[in-house]
Nanobody, 124 residues
Framework: QVQLVESGGGLVQAGGSLRLSCAAS????????MGWFRQAPGKEREFVAG????????LYADSLKGRFTISRDNAKNTVYLQMNNLNPEDTAVYYC?????????????????WGQGTQVTVSS
């Protein structure tokens, strides 16, 4: 059974940084494009970043570009999200997702597997 397990969330002050990790198992990681999404209380899930299976193609939400960096290590079956200069509006549950495709996507409906999420809380 495919598993995606996020880690690295927590409480951080505004202006701080966090690095999220998502470890994948029971899939051929290098054949999956990966994405990060987030959902804040009372809001819809939104795209954060996506990376193609070979790491060449990367997408970001326009509002987050420059503060967040997605990367992957296919040898470790892990995708990362480095988040810098965090602000309270970044508070959300962050999810990683896997898509069996060479192409990454901003569309949550195009992903095949999801993790359980990790909470990120940014205090002002």
């Amino acid at each position: 059974q495919v598993q995606l397990v996020e880690s690295g969330g927590g409480l951080v002050q505004a202006g701080g940084s966090l690095r999220l990790s998502c470890a994948a198992s029971e899939l051929i990681f290098s054949t999956y494009s990966m994405g990060w999404f987030r959902q804040a209380p009372g809001k819809e899930r939104e795209f954060v970043a996506g990376i193609s299976r070979n790491g060449v193609s990367i997408l970001y939400a326009d509002s987050l570009k420059g503060r967040f960096t997605i990367s992957r290590d296919n040898a470790k079956n892990t995708v990362y999200l480095q988040m810098n200069n965090l602000n309270p509006e970044d508070t959300a549950v962050y999810y990683c997702a896997a898509r069996l495709s060479i192409i990454n996507s901003r569309d949550a409906g195009r992903y095949d597997y999801w993790g359980q999420g990790t909470q990120v809380t940014v205090s002002s």
